[in-house]
């Protein structure tokens, strides 16, 4: 599982949403901001967003839990074991 700033008390949010298809479509959202920001800007975007859907590598969840984004958007199904997994250690090795 993964770890989200805010779970860990930092600054952060943690956004549900009832299915896979709404959290993809956010992200694609976010995406657009966030690209939208670097071409106004020239700076990359100073919050980080994720999304966990349980359809992520492992790769993409030791990363996740490695850096916690600012944002995670989450589907309704993954929510309490995201908030369970708070107390677990992250193994960096």
Do not use: W
Not at 21 to 38: F, I, K, M, P, T
């Amino acid at each position: 599982m993964l770890c989200c700033a805010a779970i860990l008390g930092r600054q952060g949010a943690i956004v549900v949403y009832p299915m896979n298809a709404l959290v993809n479509s956010q992200e694609d959202a976010l995406r657009q901001l966030v690209d939208g920001y670097l071409k106004r800007t020239g700076k990359p975007m100073p919050v980080r967003f994720a999304k966990y859907t349980g359809q992520e590598s492992d790769e993409e969840k030791l990363r996740l839990r490695q850096k916690p984004p600012h944002i995670l958007l989450i589907d309704n199904a993954h929510r309490i074991r995201t908030l369970e997994s708070r107390l677990q250690p992250v193994d960096t090795a």
